[in-house]
């Protein structure tokens, strides 16, 4: 059984920084695209970084420069360093796996989820 376990999240003031990490049970991690995605109260989920099989990285604008996702496939797992956060990077974040192929940034392209790691940023 497939699993992706995030943790890491928490409270922390604007101009702070969090790591998340996301733990895979996949048989063939470094077959994976990881990537984060993250869901704010009443929007939709939207994507905020991936890392493709091949170590290329691309993010969302509103978090270029501050974020970084980066993979260790030794240890199947995956992060995100967030710095200089914001209030309005508030949001519950995924991880999420897809086989490699073209990469997406499309929540629908991707074949697993975690359960999810809530970030709030206060102001």
């Known amino acids: 059984q497939v699993q992706l376990v995030e943790s890491g999240g928490g409270l922390v003031q604007a101009g702070g920084s969090l790591r998340l990490s996301c733990a895979a049970a996949?048989?063939?991690?470094?077959?994976?695209?990881m990537a984060w995605f993250r869901q704010a109260p009443g929007k939709e989920r939207e994507f905020v970084a991936v890392?493709?099989?091949?170590?290329?990285?691309y993010y969302a604008d509103s978090v270029k420069g501050r974020f970084t996702i980066s993979r260790d496939n030794a240890k199947n797992t995956a992060y995100l360093q967030m710095n200089s956060l914001k209030p309005e990077d508030t949001a519950i974040y995924y991880c999420?796996?897809?086989?490699?192929?073209?990469?997406?940034?499309?929540?629908?392209?991707?074949?697993?989820w975690g359960q999810g790691t809530q970030v709030t940023v206060s102001s």
């Open positions: 999420a796996a897809r086989m490699s192929g073209v990469t997406s940034t499309t929540p629908s392209q991707y074949n697993y």
């Open positions: 996949l048989r063939t991690f470094s077959s994976y695209d």
């Open positions: 890392i493709t099989w091949s170590g290329r990285t």
